[in-house]
């Protein structure tokens, strides 16, 4: 399989003759070989071939070319060019290893293995590595007991080997022997060397298509979930009464979503096909019968306003969306927070050319972890993460398995079987509190009050918040971005000593709506993750950086099992104003109570919280967490 460049340093040295013509081959067969660490495989294949050039019986050059060649997809020229390497030195390892390394890329695994047993006989070093390489290959075709042998053996050669590691971990999980494989995946081990990146980075031994135990298990990621969708169907998600087409033969959901507007419950300003631009009210008529308590407005699926206060009105920015025409949707929610009307419009958005802001830009993926080092396999620390929580399901430890499922879909979302394992372990755990809606938009209790404090830990202000709410006693929600946790985590962990609510607010603060239903799904996954490694908690409450919110964020949030809340006031509303005007206003819109959102950073909040809570406390109005508060739902 993969040739360690290393010992072929080393070899190639003692091979190098006095002659001037030898030391330049010398010379290109070490530049060579620095290239082939650095990933740079054309620099590599040059600078073999030059070697050949110089002496075409040099094995080392062969092997070295060969391995670039692999590297390059070129296949079958490398495997052509060991074959006569080997030839050449029928007692090089590196070279017997690249031919193993050749059949591995092209499905060949028996063949495979015993090109690396070959290698092994004659391996004067790197002996754990090509070893961890027979066990691998030996695992993946379902040979689970040789598998733990070899693994075991190349562990005796070198404790540290992470292939031997990950094969004897697989091993021990094919066979039942969870506690065993969790011991040994749990242990922390001492870092190595980095070995160059290149196409043999192998994936588990166990969890990828392909391997044996793969097919025995229906590890198949589409097929796994299609079989669970009976048991979470829709009606898990609040939105059973839309699903069903009546047994009338009446309209589906979809088709009633669609409709213009419900009975005696429609949009009479803006007109429909109007052209708007900016800032523009949308009004609403609602019949005082139909039992409405507050509506919500979104903009092509996003979030953007809510109201309680009849007449029914809103402020919609239309510069939110590109130009064109654009749906306008309301939704009425009764007092026990189910929908029950709907309307829609569509106007025509002109506002011309607007600058996008940062955050609009599709989202960052996280940098791949490199897969591949040169000639001898090699595992990464994700692979044995999800092979961890493979393992710790089987042990029968769910909650466990979930945190290293999530720590591993945190870091590449794309390895195989990996999301489907995570969102049927919160479906079946189902993390959300008893009764729990999947969007909050106002409280169960009556005038009590949520106060709730986005993106943070903050060093400075968080400490100062906690202060002000102990002295009246209250309890708050504070929704946290995951990369801030990680900068302070013992300012989180303080936050729930202190008796607090935590909650996510992604994990890079971006703007949801630009991300795909992977990244969006990776961004909540990372955040839950951040907040349980700070602070032992696994939070389900999430609330979207800017409101920003579609249907493609809302069901990353159901599949993550996450209840997305949204506010009632909101300190943005007051910009530039001072601290006793904001607090008088707020507490008049809080007679009823609500959902306050606040910041952890330097904004009104700094101005106007003191204030709040005075007013509050004189008023007696109960402040508790959100998840406090909605219990009864």
């Not at 070899?11 to 013509?21: I, K, Q, Y």
């Not at 040099?58 to 060969?66: D, K, P, R, T």
């Not at 969790?182 to 031994?205: D, K, N, T």
């Not at 609403?284 to 407005?297: F, K, N, Q, R, Y």
């Amino acid at each position: 399989m993969r040739i360690d460049l290393r010992p072929i340093i080393l070899f190639t040295a003692m091979l190098v003759p006095a002659a001037p013509v030898s030391a330049n081959v010398g010379e290109l067969l070490l530049s060579g070989c620095e290239a082939m660490y650095r990933g740079q495989w054309e620099d590599a294949a040059d600078s073999f071939s030059r070697a050949m050039s110089i002496d075409a019986t040099c094995a080392e050059a062969m092997v070295g070319h060969a391995a670039a060649l692999l590297q390059l997809g070129r296949t079958d020229e490398a495997a052509d060019q060991l074959s006569r390497a080997v030839l050449a030195a029928p007692e090089m390892a590196a070279a017997h290893a690249g031919l193993g390394a050749s059949h591995y890329l092209r499905g060949d695994l028996q063949q495979a293995i015993v090109e690396y047993r070959r290698a092994l006989s004659c391996a004067p070093s790197n002996r754990a590595r090509l070893r961890a390489s027979v066990a691998w290959l030996a695992c993946r075709l379902g040979l689970y007991t040789s598998a733990l042998t070899e693994a075991q053996a190349a562990l005796a050669e070198d404790p540290g080997d992470p292939l031997a590691r990950h094969v004897l971990g697989a091993a021990l999980t094919a066979l039942g022997r969870y506690d065993e494989a969790v011991e040994l995946l749990g242990r922390e081990m001492r870092p190595g060397a980095e070995p160059p990146p290149g196409v043999l980075a192998v994936p588990s031994a166990l969890l990828s298509p392909g391997a044996q135990y793969w097919a025995e298990n229906d590890f198949d990621e589409r097929e796994k979930l299609l079989a669970a969708s009976a048991e979470h169907s829709r009606e898990d998600i609040d939105l059973a009464e839309y699903d069903e087409v009546d047994a009338t033969g009446d309209t589906t959901a979809d088709e009633r979503w669609e409709a213009s507007g419900t009975e005696g419950f429609s949009i009479y300003r803006p007109d429909a096909g109007r052209t708007v631009s900016g800032t523009i009210e949308v009004a609403l008529e609602a019949d005082a019968a139909s039992g409405i308590d507050h509506i919500v407005v979104m903009l092509e699926n996003s979030f953007v306003a809510m109201s309680n206060v009849r007449p029914f009105r809103a402020n919609v920015d239309t510069r939110r969306v590109s130009d064109g025409a654009r749906e306008i949707r309301v939704e009425g929610y009764s007092r026990d927070g189910t929908v029950s009307a709907r309307a829609t419009v569509t106007v025509n958005v002109a506002n011309g050319s607007r600058t996008l802001a940062p955050e609009e830009r599709s989202a960052r993926r996280i940098a791949r972890e490199e897969l591949g080092r040169l000639l001898s396999l090699q595992t990464t620390p994700i692979a044995d993460t999800q092979l961890l929580g493979t393992a710790l399901e089987g042990a029968g430890r769910r909650l466990d398995a979930i945190a290293a499922w999530e720590y591993a879909f945190s870091h590449d979302p794309l390895l195989p079987g990996l999301r489907a394992d995570l969102i049927l372990a919160y479906r079946e755990k189902d993390l959300r509190p008893q009764g729990q809606a999947r969007e909050i938009y106002m409280l169960s209790e009556p005038e009590a009050v949520a106060l709730t404090f986005d993106d943070g830990p903050h060093p400075v202000m968080t400490p100062w918040i906690l202060d002000l709410l102990d002295r009246y006693s209250y309890r708050a929600t504070f929704f946290l971005i995951g990369k801030q946790v990680t900068m302070y985590p013992d300012l989180a962990q303080e936050i729930v000593d202190r008796g607090h609510e935590v909650a996510s607010h992604s994990h890079t603060h971006v703007n949801m709506t630009t991300l795909d239903s992977l990244g969006a799904e990776q961004e909540l996954v990372r955040s839950r993750a951040a907040i349980r490694q700070a602070t032992g908690h696994v939070v389900s409450l999430f609330r979207p950086p800017g409101g920003n919110y579609d249907e493609t964020v809302r069901q990353a949030t159901i599949d993550t099992d996450f209840t997305t809340v949204f506010w009632t006031e909101n300190i943005g509303n007051y910009p530039g104003a001072g601290g006793p005007q904001i607090a008088k206003a707020m507490d008049r819109k809080l007679a009823d109570g609500g959902i306050v959102l606040l910041h952890n950073g330097y904004d009104e909040t700094e101005v106007a919280l003191p204030y709040l809570l005075e007013r509050l406390h004189a008023r007696g109005v109960r402040c508790d967490t959100v998840s406090a508060l909605i219990e009864s739902r």
